[in-house]
């Protein structure tokens, strides 16, 4: 947006040709976003033990400055070669780049876009914050979104003797539940047995594990694309 002098007077962000397909694979010796593994590197627990909520926020969150566990122990975070989103690749560092550096570097650029307070809470608390947000604010927890995309891509199915996805184990899933903030029934179903329209009836269809993976890594893409909008949304009204 420019004035009659020719100056800018405005603008506005806009998501372009988001790659989301990258959450959920990559090709040969490329990583993932990069953010993912600047959230596991040394400095995310440091970052946490200096920053405490607005005064308005803070019986909220319940929040204790004396005693902030690890934020990577809240989003139940260890290293990128434990997550499949990350490890099909074979590439997790990039030469001479710090992940721990560049998170440092995320953080302000978040701090300069007026997205702050992103990641003090204990994951069981979103629900109550979240209720409180009327319109997307920065104490949308983005990093345990971030992290709930992790633990959605090591949810593993095995068909059964109908031939039909059941989950290999539910840890994954209800850490991915928690961080979000919805119950894990209803995520295990909303991937194994979605609800489809045929006609003009809704209808319940068990998926095989091709389709539940298929189902997973969905989601997955879709809730990278809600959260780049997020910041979108935010940057341009702030």
Not at 106 to 120: E, G, N, P, T, Y
Not at 212 to 235: P, Q
């Amino acid at each position: 947006q420019f004035n009659h002098g020719g100056q800018i007077a405005g603008a506005n962000t806009i998501i372009y040709l988001l790659e989301k397909s990258r959450v959920v694979s990559q090709a040969k010796s490329e990583r993932n976003f990069h953010i993912f593994y600047q959230i596991m590197s040394e400095s995310m627990s440091e970052e946490l033990k200096v920053r405490t909520p607005p005064s308005n926020l803070r019986k909220k969150l319940a929040f204790s400055s004396s005693s902030s566990p690890k934020f990577t122990e809240k989003l139940h975070l260890t290293k990128p070669s434990a997550y499949h989103f990350l490890n099909q690749s074979g590439c997790e560092k990039v030469p001479g780049v710090s992940d721990a550096k560049e998170l440092e570097h995320s953080i302000k650029a978040l701090d300069i876009m007026q997205v702050r307070f992103l990641f003090l809470a204990a994951a069981h608390l979103y629900a109550k914050i979240n209720n409180n947000i009327g319109h997307p604010r920065g104490e949308v927890l983005i990093f345990q979104v971030l992290s709930a995309i992790l633990h959605l891509g090591n949810i593993a199915f095995a068909d059964n003797q109908r031939e039909v996805a059941q989950l290999v184990d539910t840890n994954s899933l209800m850490i991915a539940a928690e961080l979000l903030g919805v119950e894990p029934e209803k995520l295990r179903l909303g991937i194994l047995c979605p609800r489809i329209k045929a006609g003009n009836e809704w209808i319940t269809k068990a998926l095989s594990t091709h389709k539940a993976m298929a189902s997973r890594d969905a989601l997955a893409k879709v809730t990278i694309t809600s959260l780049s909008l997020y910041l979108s949304y935010t940057h341009t009204h702030n």
